[in-house]
């Protein structure tokens, strides 16, 4: 699959104008407005994806090329869909692909759907029994729904990635790869100084599919130490 630069959809193409309609407050036409210009969701929708964030995976994977065919890979919190279509495509024929989440996911070739919170000790115990060995990748795009609090929804989303690391530090196979969403500033202190004892190399990036605005960002750990 070519890599997405996200430079050549929407140039030369008019902006779609969004109306004030009855029971439409402005913050919900603002965000149509943004949907209808974004040129990564009109790209997500032409290619099936069912999100615009399938285009940070592969951004992320033309980066650090860890999705390789014959890989094992958990897509933890997958919810619509979008990062297991991408990882599927890429391990294909060989690999499998995992996912879990909280919300029903509609089935996708290829992949094996849970369903299930993975903080909960019963659905981590499936999500093992479901892997039956060792993963290569482990896949984190998990957030919490944001409250408008930057701090609050921060130290959030830092829970959900601890947990998603803990899980990858219990079933990744030596020299795997971790990926996982952060705010702000990323993982720092002891978090960072404990994922630098545990893999080779630790990367922060924000994909260029990532909304200027937006601030999130993802680490990139490869080279996992048992």
Same mark, same amino acid.
């Given at each position: 699959?070519?890599?997405?630069?996200?430079?050549?959809?929407?140039?030369?193409?008019?902006?779609?104008?969004?109306?004030?309609?009855?029971?439409?407050?402005?913050?919900?036409?603002?965000?149509?407005?943004?949907?209808?210009?974004?040129?990564?969701?009109?790209?997500?929708?032409?290619?099936?994806?069912?999100?615009?964030?399938?285009?940070?995976?592969?951004?992320?994977?033309?980066?650090?090329?860890?999705?390789?065919?014959?890989?094992?890979?958990?897509?933890?919190?997958? @919810?619509?869909?979008?990062?297991?279509?991408?990882?599927?495509?890429?391990?294909?024929?060989?690999?499998?692909?995992?996912?879990?989440?909280?919300?029903?996911?509609?089935?996708?070739?290829?992949?094996?759907?849970?369903?299930?919170?993975?903080?909960?000790?019963?659905?981590?115990?499936?999500?093992?029994?479901?892997?039956?060995?060792? @993963?290569?990748?482990?896949?984190?795009?998990?957030?919490?729904?944001?409250?408008?609090?930057? @701090?609050?929804?921060?130290?959030?989303?830092?829970?959900?990635?601890?947990?998603?690391?803990?899980?990858?530090?219990?079933?990744?196979?030596?020299?795997?790869?971790?990926?996982?969403?952060?705010?702000?500033?990323?993982?720092?202190?002891?978090?960072?100084?404990?994922?630098?004892?545990?893999?080779?190399?630790?990367?922060?990036?924000?994909?260029?599919?990532?909304? @200027?605005?937006?601030?999130?960002?993802?680490?990139?750990?490869?080279?996992?130490?048992?």
């Amino acid at each position: 699959m070519k890599q997405h630069s996200g430079r050549s959809s929407g140039r030369g193409e008019k902006r779609a104008r969004v109306k004030s309609a009855k029971g439409r407050d402005a913050s919900s036409t603002r965000w149509l407005a943004r949907q209808l210009n974004d040129p990564y969701v009109r790209e997500a929708k032409a290619k099936g994806y069912r999100s615009r964030a399938a285009f940070k995976l592969i951004e992320l994977d033309g980066k650090f090329q860890f999705l390789r065919n014959g890989a094992t890979v958990l897509d933890l919190g997958a @919810a619509p869909g979008g990062w297991s279509q991408v990882a599927t495509e890429r391990v294909a024929p060989r690999g499998r692909v995992i996912a879990i989440d909280l919300l029903e996911i509609a089935p996708i070739a290829g992949v094996e759907i849970l369903e299930g919170d993975l903080r909960e000790a019963e659905a981590a115990r499936r999500l093992e029994a479901t892997l039956g060995g060792k @993963a290569d990748v482990v896949l984190s795009d998990m957030a919490a729904p944001t409250t408008g609090h930057r @701090a609050t929804d921060h130290l959030r989303t830092v829970a959900l990635f601890e947990a998603a690391l803990d899980f990858g530090e219990r079933v990744l196979k030596p020299g795997g790869t971790f990926v996982g969403k952060v705010f702000q500033g990323g993982a720092a202190g002891d978090l960072l100084a404990r994922i630098k004892q545990r893999f080779r190399d630790v990367r922060h990036v924000k994909p260029p599919a990532s909304r @200027a605005e937006s601030v999130e960002l993802y680490l990139v750990a490869t080279g996992f130490r048992e």
